[in-house]
């Protein structure tokens, strides 16, 4: 961290910047903007419709680095508490007009949103690859899925239901719902845009009003995001964003007695740090989007001569998409053992054809991400794992210039104790295992923590429903990967999260119910 005087970054030299930032809509443009500054990009928070710095001359400020090539991209302020309570009052004022507006001018605003998103996709898309080190092919599939986010929840609340119940010459009932709050809306580094929107687009349409951070190492798309807003109209404080570390200012306003409510998507171990910050603030909503360990489980069927390639290219993408950062990577192959030989083989030649390195696969996020994948990789050498793709990477200064580049690893011969079965690596690095029975194959897909999702490759239509419900994860996909219908409930069990959001189960996290009883006479 560093600090920066404030006074330096006036408000014309903020828009300056912002309108800079913002014709950069090709990787080349960029790339020739970020070298031509004279000093680092500076993001500032988002609060009341205004790009603005904290006040203070001692804020310190945090560097952030390109993933493929390791320099300096940009700062963001560690927002302070003072900051967070700044953000808070201009939402919970923004909250007492958004609360009262009619769907339909909600679902306005939002499918302005969508549109504006549309129509400078390229843009998010070229800085979203920049800042997370992922491709652009990659990034531009994540800005079409926010655009979804908002296009989805800004006809959703125009064709909303409730229930109503009647006791039989006594009293009617029905069930209404109102905007529960001001929200603490936390999202991750590795698809900083796509889970952002998925929780600020449902936030704004049920009427409650935000304050997000977004990860510190992969702000920019949240800042654009702002500038976004300020262009499509959207009322004052309605969104606040605020940049910043977990620390310091994601535990602010996590713990704000004024915040009504948190989504957080990220790490399990923060995840539990939220619900102790929280334990005694009841009426909180909490929904907690946490870590994956999930399994891919082959069975022989699957792999048949009409089926095969769609099998190894289903396990190959849940592996390796987005270099293996996200939480929903299939990351421990379990495969019948009478195909187990065939499937190793094969599926190594399809990642060594279809993952390079550079083309379709990106940089990891960080420093400090490189070094947490390369110790895994050194356990697994360690272990004597066999490395039937990619090897141990090199280690890396924190100075170097070569940025953050791992090579897909498939590893076998791994204990079912090892931690490389067992942590979430969140990296491009998967283990495959043999498994007798069917039995066997789901018990040792249970054998997790986490239970966020797991893929099943078969053709045995009974084997789907009858593997498929015993598998202790949230989302299960059977023959294909990472589909998703927006309405449909998304959340994992045990130690991956509390909660659902989509749809229906998004308006449970920002609404608040009660039952209205009429007498009969």
């Not at 603005?52 to 302070?80: M, N, W």
């Not at 976004?228 to 969104?239: H, M």
């Not at 048949?304 to 396990?315: C, E, F, K, Q, W």
Request: proline residues 5%.
């Amino acid at each position: 961290m560093g600090t920066l005087n404030p006074e330096e970054w006036t408000r014309q030299a903020l828009q300056e910047c912002a309108d800079a930032i913002w014709s950069c809509d090709t990787l080349e443009k960029a790339a020739s903007f970020v070298r031509a500054r004279r000093t680092p990009i500076c993001l500032p928070n988002y609060v009341a419709g205004e790009l603005k710095l904290p006040s203070s001359t001692s804020t310190a400020f945090i560097d952030s680095h390109e993933p493929k090539t390791g320099a300096l991209l940009y700062r963001v302020p560690c927002a302070q508490p003072e900051d967070i309570d700044e953000a808070i009052r201009h939402a919970k004022l923004a909250f007492q007009t958004w609360s009262k507006t009619s769907r339909a001018e909600r679902s306005r605003h939002l499918r302005r949103v969508s549109e504006l998103l549309q129509e400078h996709r390229e843009l998010f898309a070229v800085w979203e690859s920049i800042d997370q080190g992922k491709t652009l092919e990659r990034a531009r599939i994540e800005v079409d899925r926010a655009i979804s986010n908002f296009s989805y929840f800004s006809t959703y609340i125009l064709h909303e239901q409730t229930a109503a119940r009647v006791v039989d010459g006594v009293a009617l009932t029905y069930e209404h719902r109102s905007p529960a709050g001001v929200f603490a809306l936390i999202s991750p580094w590795n698809m900083p845009l796509y889970l952002l929107t998925w929780k600020i687009a449902p936030c704004m349409a049920f009427g409650c009003t935000a304050v997000a951070k977004p990860s510190e190492i992969t702000s920019m798309t949240a800042y654009l995001l702002g500038v976004l807003f300020q262009k499509a109209g959207i009322p004052a404080g309605v969104v606040n964003i605020v940049l910043g570390d977990g620390q310091t200012t994601g535990a602010a306003l996590v713990a704000s007695p004024s915040i009504d409510g948190v989504s957080f998507t990220g790490g399990t171990q923060t995840g539990i740090a939220i619900r102790r910050s929280t334990a005694h603030q009841i009426r909180k909503h909490l929904s907690l989007e946490l870590g994956g360990k999930n399994p891919t489980m082959v069975f022989a069927d699957s792999m048949g001569p009409v089926t095969r390639d769609r099998t190894i290219r289903i396990a190959g993408s849940a592996a390796f998409e987005n270099q293996g950062e996200i939480c929903l990577c299939g990351s421990r192959i379990y495969v019948e053992r009478s195909i187990y030989s065939d499937f190793v083989r094969q599926f190594t030649e399809y990642v060594r054809e279809k993952y390079v390195l550079g083309k379709t696969v990106g940089a990891v996020a960080s420093w400090q991400h490189y070094n947490k994948i390369r110790g895994y990789l050194q356990l697994a050498a360690e272990e004597n794992a066999t490395f039937n793709l990619g090897s141990v990477p090199a280690p890396l200064d924190k100075d170097d210039n070569r940025g953050y580049w791992i090579a897909p690893v498939v590893l076998t011969d791994v204990a079912p104790s090892s931690r490389l079965q067992r942590d979430e690596i969140f990296g491009p690095v998967v283990t495959i295992s043999p498994f007798d029975t069917e039995e066997e194959a789901v018990r040792l897909a249970n054998d997790s923590e986490y239970g966020l999702a797991a893929v099943l490759l078969t053709t045995d239509g009974a084997r789907m429903r009858r593997v498929g419900e015993q598998v202790e994860a949230g989302l299960v996909w059977v023959n294909c990967w990472l589909v998703r219908e927006l309405g449909t409930p998304f959340g994992g069990m045990k130690n991956s999260g509390t909660g659902r959001e989509g749809g229906e189960y998004s308006r449970d996290v920002f609404t608040v119910v009660r039952t209205l009883h009429l007498p009969a006479s």
